[in-house]
């Protein structure tokens, strides 16, 4: 992706459109993945006045999974500047719509790692895949100008 500096705002409109791209994809995503729980309510609503939020978890949690580490609780919390009322209420909502699983950790009890669901990790890295594309696709057209 080409990041030069913009000389106008009219420079800024192809950086907008990609932002705006993004957020549909991930939007529907969210909607279509886990909005049939009580997590989102009738019509998505909910979802979508925290789609940012719930993005972020998912996207730290898999990236935990990814770098073969444990994410807990309070990891969590702390990297996401989230409390933990809030969080707990996100994760159990999460955890009830199928996308993510909470177990006891086997070095210390008291703590609970979470980890995205099977299923839900394969459709995530999907969404993922998506995202990259529509960057690609963004990165192409720029170079194309050039």
């Known amino acids: 992706m080409n990041l030069k500096q913009p ?39 909910h979802i979508r006045q925290n789609a940012g939020l719930v993005w972020d978890v998912l996207c730290k949690i898999r990236r935990e999974e990814l770098l073969e580490k444990d994410l807990d609780l309070k990891s969590l919390s702390i990297d996401l500047g989230i409390k933990h009322p809030t969080l707990i209420r996100l994760l159990e909502r999460l955890e009830a719509s199928g996308a993510v699983n909470r177990t006891r950790s086997s070095r210390d009890n008291r703590r609970a790692i979470i980890r995205l669901n099977d299923t839900f ?16 696709d963004f990165d192409a057209g720029d170079q194309s100008e050039n």
């Open 7 to 45: 000389g106008n705002v009219i420079d800024y409109l192809p950086y907008i459109d990609l932002s705006i791209r993004l957020q549909e994809i991930r939007r529907k995503f969210l909607i279509d993945e886990i909005g049939s729980s009580d997590f989102v309510g009738n019509g998505g609503s």
């Open 121 to 136: 990790r394969i459709k995530f890295d999907k969404c993922m895949s998506e995202n990259i594309t529509a960057c690609d």
